[in-house]
């Protein structure tokens, strides 16, 4: 069992930068693979970023590559998204998952962990 906790979301305006945290429990994080989805209002859940067991394989959405990093501390058992250049358009509740396989790709029925999402809202 994992359990999953988000931080660092919050309202930043257009341009601007936040880091997401997420926090897991267990002895066992770096066997899990991670994943950062997101949900804006009246929208499907969508695939953001992962990364695998170890950190030396990662991937991230079309809409966010070259402005958003996903990165892993399996010491502090912590997983990160470094947020950087936000639009309005990334405004939504963002949620991290864990896989416990070596990486997970983009389809969230792959995930067998999710925290409850911290929201973030990019100002115009």
């Known amino acids: 069992q994992v359990q999953l906790v988000e931080s660092g979301g919050g309202l930043v305006q257009a341009g601007g930068s936040l880091r997401l945290a997420c926090a897991a429990s267990g002895r066992t994080f770096s066997s899990y693979a991670m994943g950062w989805f997101r949900q804006a209002p009246g929208k499907e859940r969508e695939f953001v970023a992962a990364?695998?067991?170890?950190?030396?394989?990662?991937g991230c959405a079309d809409s966010v590559k070259g402005r958003f990093t996903i990165s892993r501390d399996n010491a502090k058992n912590t997983v990160y998204l470094q947020m950087n250049n936000l639009k309005p358009e990334d405004t939504a509740v963002y949620y991290c998952?864990?896989?416990?396989?070596?990486?997970?790709?983009?389809?969230?029925?792959?995930?067998?962990?999710w925290g409850q999402g911290t929201q973030v809202t990019v100002s115009s």
């Open positions: 998952a864990a896989a416990n396989t070596y990486y997970s790709g983009s389809s969230h029925d792959e995930y067998d962990y």
């Open positions: 990364i695998s067991r170890s950190g030396g394989r990662t």
